[in-house]
């Protein structure tokens, strides 16, 4: 149903990155999420890891409860930025949903019909901390389109150079390599659409 891939950077210093990521399949379809841990290092780390755990265990959830359970399970700690989107290949749909500022993008592989890239609206807040009033956004999707979700180590001029075509794990490593602030850890997922139900 998809094909994806991911690049990481780890800041120098630090033994492993805050950010983190899930693609998963659950009844209703493919949960894609990108996760950046407040700040870097190990405590960083094990925030989006369990936010991450979680969201894998609850997948078949709506996405605005899947990030509600995050929201509670994590208020002891120092919390997580994310965006998730869940793909519903047998109707063509897209929802998505971000905290804080994980930017999320799509490229439509056929933009006769609009808007070649959409992008996601981010609400100001922290998971585990700060929840804001959460409104997840649905699209539609066709085959080929392809997901962006890169962390704040990326400057947020990447779309420019955005392709739906290119190879996901190149696009990945190429972004990162391009794009890569190095002032925090960085994560790039891109994730391309192959199975849609006509």
Known sequence: MVEYGVAKYVLPGQGESGDHHLVCCNRNGILIAAIDGIGHGEEAASV????????RSCAD??????VERCHEKLRSTRGVVLSLALVDPE??????????NVHGVLMRSDAKNGNAQES??????VVGSQLPALQATVIPVAKGDTLFFATDGIRSDFPAS?????????????????YRSGNDDA????TRITGINP
Do not use: Y
Not at 61 to 66: A, D, H, R
């Open 162 to 178: 955005l392709s739906a075509r290119e190879n996901p794990q190149r696009a990945a490593d190429r972004i990162l390599e391009q």
């Open 187 to 190: 994560l790039v997922l891109v």
């Open 61 to 66: 959830e709506p996405i605005i409860s899947l």
């Open 48 to 55: 989006s890891k369990a936010a991450a755990a979680l969201i």
């Open 120 to 125: 996601l609206l981010l609400r100001a807040g």
């Open 91 to 100: 109707h063509g749909m897209m929802t998505w949903l971000g905290v804080g």
